[in-house]
């Protein structure tokens, strides 16, 4: 399905809600679980934490919904930046010493742990860009800059990154 398709069946389901579908929110959880719980996991390192902010950010999208409703908004997005934010009121910013476990694999254990001492923007780029694929605009959307800005953002954090990996992560 194209992303114009996706955008605009995420459209029609909010808009549902004026009609007063009470399926409409579990229809956009369906939709997007998955991929929202797969950046707590990124961002987070835990699977546990991850389902706690994947579940605080459909309870904000429940008493949100309405801004979901506002026209030019992708839902998808929308949702990636209240787990954003979910994980900041979590406080998950700089720990180089959180244990990971969601992953057993060495070199992905050492990506998350170098990713981790990023800025907040500069680790969402890279999980949202780089390992989740999305547009730009999508990640321009989600943290709240311009478009323009998020190559910017990519180039300093892909460069911080591999320095970060080659110092073998000294403290």
């Known amino acids: 399905m194209s992303v114009q398709a996706d955008a605009a069946q995420a459209r029609t389901v909010v808009r ?3 009609r007063g579908d009470v399926d409409m929110l579990a229809q956009i959880y369906d939709r997007h679980v998955e991929v929202v719980y797969r950046y707590c996991c990124l961002r987070s390192g ?25 026209p030019g908004v992708n839902v998808g997005a929308w949702l990636l930046g209240l787990a954003r934010q979910a994980a900041a ?9 959180a244990v990971y476990d969601v992953t057993d694999s060495a070199q992905d254990l050492a990506l998350l742990t170098a990713l981790r001492r ?13 390992l989740m694929g999305f ?37």
């Open 46 to 70: 835990s699977r546990q934490t991850a389902g706690r902010l994947t579940s605080a950010t459909f309870g904000h999208a429940r008493q949100q919904l309405d801004a979901a409703l506002l």
């Open 89 to 97: 009121e979590a406080g998950l910013r700089h720990d180089p010493a």
């Open 118 to 130: 990023l800025s907040p923007d500069q680790q969402d780029c890279i999980v949202l860009r780089v």
């Open 135 to 171: 547009s730009a605009a999508v990640v321009a959307q989600v943290i709240g800059r311009k478009t323009g800005y998020v190559g910017v953002l990519q180039y300093r954090a892909l460069r911080s990154l591999a320095r970060r990996l080659s110092e073998g992560f000294r403290p």
């Open 16 to 18: 549902q809600r004026g």
